[in-house]
């Protein structure tokens, strides 16, 4: 069996049945120019547009098919980070503010992809962060009892629990509520509500330049441009024209692999399969239950590369990641990855994304450092930036922002 070196979700939807739209030629008038159509800039195309909003999204390449496709399809009612170290950080009352804007999200964000009829196998799914050496589970225990002391609903879940439940040897874990989702589907779905609503959506327009004036902002691409009131960016990495951003975000190149299906006598040894896996490894790991009895496991996170050598990277780091699998389950050794593949993403200083303005970019809102946060962020950023654009920011909005670290 061969291994397909392409994103699972990207693989399930054929060419034939992936939506395509116009590369944009000319020159356009609008109030918001949203720049990145993943599902970040797609949620944030549909809220804007339904709030009356004229909108323009930009994408460099096609819709989705970029670090959406290459996600986890993860909604998580918390953040990839430390409750406590936040708390720390910046006090108990914004880590509280900024920990219930995400549960908020996770919660806000299917109920929409309902609404809306977005059909991407959204199903409630928990996850469940383990610490694999009991002798040090106390820290991951601090991290749970001071969750609780906030208010949040989270449960331990003691080794013999977690053994039960998951088949693994631990020191215990943290459950928390969320949904599983196809996160391309996911995309494409919004992106269609969107131009629905009146959005207009352009590919193979990558952005070269965004010059700020007085009274608007020009984003320019090769073929064409966009005069707008505001600029949303919504990519993974810092454009060309905002490197100073780049010294808050540290790139990451990650890996992910799906296996062939699981034989019978392996299911038996993989436990209950009812809620999604992440260690707390340095690197973490990631792992989600799929159809067909497949796992999607993620991790062996390294600095990001040069191009030249992320094809060779990406074979050793699919071996890598199938070895560490077996440690974890041995009954899936021997088994083979059928789809495997590389993702960059970027990791905040403070670990938290970013989510709104910055002093030295006027006319600019921010969505970025999405990392492992999964998907609600992309319905946390469209809520927050449509309320910064109205003037209307939420209490505990302005956390979201590049002051929280300036």
């Not at 909108?55 to 430390?82: N, P, Q």
């Not at 708390?87 to 920990?99: D, E, I, T, V, Y």
């Not at 879940?157 to 928390?176: D, Q, W, Y």
Request: proline share 4%.
């Amino acid at each position: 069996m061969s291994t397909r070196h392409i994103p699972y979700w990207l693989d399930r939807v054929s060419k034939a049945r992936r939506p395509s739209y116009p590369r944009l030629r000319g020159r356009l008038e609008t109030s918001v120019a949203i720049v990145g159509g993943g599902l970040t800039g797609c949620a944030c195309a549909w809220s804007f547009a339904a709030a009356g909003v004229k909108v323009v999204l930009l994408e460099a390449e096609a819709i989705g098919a970029g670090a959406t496709a290459r996600g986890l399809g993860l909604i998580r009612e918390d953040f990839d980070a430390s409750f406590q170290a936040t708390a720390s950080a910046h006090g108990l009352r914004a880590a509280r503010s900024l920990w219930q804007a995400m549960r908020r999200a996770s919660l806000d964000f299917p109920a929409a992809l309902r609404r809306l009829g977005i059909k991407c196998d959204l199903a409630p799914e928990d996850l469940i962060v383990f610490e694999r050496d009991p002798q040090t589970s106390r820290l991951l225990q601090r991290e749970y009892q001071s969750r609780r002391d906030a208010g949040f609903d989270h449960s331990w879940l003691k080794p013999a629990v977690l053994s039960r439940e998951a088949a693994i040897e631990s020191g215990g874990g943290i459950r928390t509520h969320g949904f599983s989702l196809d996160p391309y589907r996911a995309c494409l779905g919004l992106a269609s509500a969107a131009a629905s609503r009146g959005a207009l959506l352009f590919e193979k327009s990558q952005v070269r330049r965004i010059h700020v004036g007085r009274k608007q902002v020009e984003i320019a691409t090769a073929a064409g441009s966009v005069r707008a009131e505001a600029v949303l960016v919504a990519t993974t990495a810092p454009l060309p024209d905002l490197r100073a951003l780049r010294r808050h975000l540290k790139a990451l190149d990650g890996y992910a692999v799906v296996t062939e299906s699981l034989p019978a006598a392996v299911r038996r040894q993989v436990g209950r399969r009812t809620g999604a896996l992440r260690d707390t490894d340095a690197p973490p790991h990631m792992l989600r239950w799929l159809k067909e009895d497949r796992i999607l496991f993620a991790g062996a996170d390294q600095a990001q590369l040069p191009e030249r050598a992320r094809d060779k990277a990406l074979v050793q780091r699919t071996g890598q990641l199938m070895y560490e699998l077996s440690v974890l389950y041995p009954g899936v050794s021997g088994l083979q990855p059928e789809w495997a593949w590389d993702f960059t993403h970027y990791e905040t200083v403070d670990r938290l994304p970013f989510v709104g303005l910055h002093r030295n970019f006027p006319r600019h809102l921010f969505a970025m450092g999405a990392s492992r946060h999964g998907a609600g962020f992309a319905w946390l950023s469209a809520r927050n930036l449509l309320r910064h654009y109205q003037g209307d920011s939420a209490k505990g909005d302005d956390l979201f922002g590049f002051s929280r670290v300036l």
